[in-house]
Structures are given as C-alpha cells and as structure tokens.
C-alpha cells in the first residue's frame, strides 16, 4: 500500500469536525450561568471558577473558545463580555438566543458531557465517550478499541504522512510508537526508509488491530506490537526514539511528567522523544482549533492541548535537552527533547 499525501491539508475537516462543539459551548456557558457572571463582572478564568465553583481546567478550555466565537474578549488575563454577548447571550435582553440554545443543547450529547466535565457533576451519559478512562484502567474491551482505533487513525493518517514531509527522522532508526493505536505513525515511518524498525507499544487489544493495519500496508517485517500498559509495566529498551501523538493531551501535567520521566529511563543515550501535538499558543488563548481540541479534551479526558514552553518544562524537568518545535502538518506540529549521550 503506498502512502501519498492528498494535495490539500486536512485543516478544513479539522474546522468542519471543531465546529460541532459551537452550540454546545454556548448552550453550556447559558446554563451554568458564565455570561451571567462574566456581565456582573470580567475575571480571570482562575477567577470564575472558584465564584462559581467549577472545575478550572474545563473553564480554562471554555472561555477562549467563546472569545473565537465573538462573545469574549480578553483583556489582561480577565474576561469580559463583548457587545454581541451582551445583546443576544443574557437572560435579561430582549434580544436574548436563550431559549434557542437551551432548546438545541437539550438535544446533544455533548452539551451534558460539558456541563459535567465544567461542573464535575455527573450527568446521564455513556461512559464510552471518555475512553480514556479505560486507558487509564488498562482495561479495554475489544468493542471500545476497534471504535476508538478506528477513530484515531482516521484523523492522524494524514498527519502521519505528512510528518515525514516535513520532519527530519534522519537519526530515528529503532522507534517506539508509545500509545500509537492503529500504528499509522510507525507505519509511515517504516514506509520513509525500509532501513526503520518500529514497535508500536499498546494495550493487548489495541496491539491485535494494530498488527492488522501493520499487515494491510505491507510493513509486518519493520513493525511490530508489544502488549504493555504504559503506567505499569517497565517499558522496552534498545530505542532510540520515543514518539508520542496525541497522548500527552489526554493527561493531567503530573501525568505527563511521569510519562516523560519513563521515556528518559528506557530511552538510549542520546535518544530523542517527539510529542506530536497540536500546540496552543504562548498566551493558551488560540489558535482556535487547538482551544477546540483542548474544549474536546476537557469533555473525554483528564487532559488539554499544551503551549510550547508548558511542554518544555515537562521535558526538561526529566532531563531532556535540546527541547525544539516544528509545524509538522496541518494544524500539528512536532516538539522534539534529547537525552544526553
């Protein structure tokens, strides 16, 4: 199977997909009362969610958001309602959406998966719309990891093949996908350069589907699987690259720095770990597909989207050195640490 790249980015699906996360953050920000409050008087996130005792990281992720919207500017680490907030988000206008709102969030999963990640009341939903409780378990039923492979790889093929456009893997010869799914990333790889050997590192019934993609792209005999639950299991030396995509966002700092601190014990002396992320920017207020995917993150998660100095002192703090970014494809880019030699 050979992997060419379409000749358009996937950065529209992106906005597409983000957008389905409109109303229910409007919805949400109605009923808990944050247009309310932000109107009585602007504050900072931190702020706002001791006033109204929410969880902070949830409201850290809503309020860019609504400020991508036009509902929010902010000023200072405060935020305050703009004009078209006030006009058509307050109970008390007579111009007021409110009614719209409340009606069409009644009617979408995800506004009650808001409202409990904001609140951390738990609403009347599906557990299997945060699977990575289940990661986090190390318990995962067949049915989950064939949806949620399934999932992963449709909106990372992409980004795999287009990181080794734009990326140098020069020097990343034994690689260890870690939490790598369906192994589209070690499949690409291995596709750059039949010199490459990968091991895609999975929990028992990811690692089953992942051989099946590794077989249907034709790359068995560079890519192989080994069955480990990454926070409790001594990880595999003889690498001397540790990737990550889309793993660090599912987790809470703390959690990352164990991961990171793991990845520094088993790599090999002058080893390079790569996080493959999409990055928010310095201030943690745009751009607006990271503060989307960071919204997403607050609703399934334990985790959210990281500024680039946030990942440089995760990295750092285990030992790493050298810590660089670069946009790798679409909205991604990859952020890059050594091990000394």
Known sequence: MKLDLPIVDDTSIWDSWMAMLNVPAISAAIELGIFESLNQEPVS????AQKLDYKERAVRALLPFLGHLGFLNEYGGTWKLTPLAQHYMLSDSQFSWGGIFRREGRMMKRHGLLIEAITGKKQDQDGRDRPAESWESGQVDMDMAREVTAFMHSHSIAAAVGMTKTIDFSGVTRMLDVGGGSGCFAIALAKLDKNNRCTVLELPAICELAND??????????VD????????????????????SNIFHDWSF???????RSSFAALEP????????????????????ANAFSLLMAIGT???QFTLPQ???????????????????????????????
Not at 45 to 48: D, H, Y
Not at 315 to 330: E, K, T
């Open 270 to 289: 002058g080893g390079k770990i790569l996080l493959h992320e999409m990055l928010l920017n310095d201030s943690g207020n745009g751009p607006y597909p």
């Open 225 to 244: 699987t080994t069955s480990i639950d990454m926070f409790r299991e001594p990880w595999p030396d003889g690498y001397n690259a540790h990737f990550f």
């Open 302 to 304: 334990m985790g959210q």
């Open 254 to 260: 703390e959690t990352c720095r164990e991961l990171t």
């Open 311 to 341: 990942l440089r002192e995760i990295l750092g703090s285990a030992g790493f050195v050298n810590i660089d970014s670069r946009n790798s494809y679409g909205y991604y880019s990859i952020v890059s640490g050594e091990k000394p030699a």
């Open 45 to 48: 996130a931190e702020v706002l």
């Open 213 to 222: 993609y590794i077989a249907d792209a034709g790359v068995a005999d560079q």
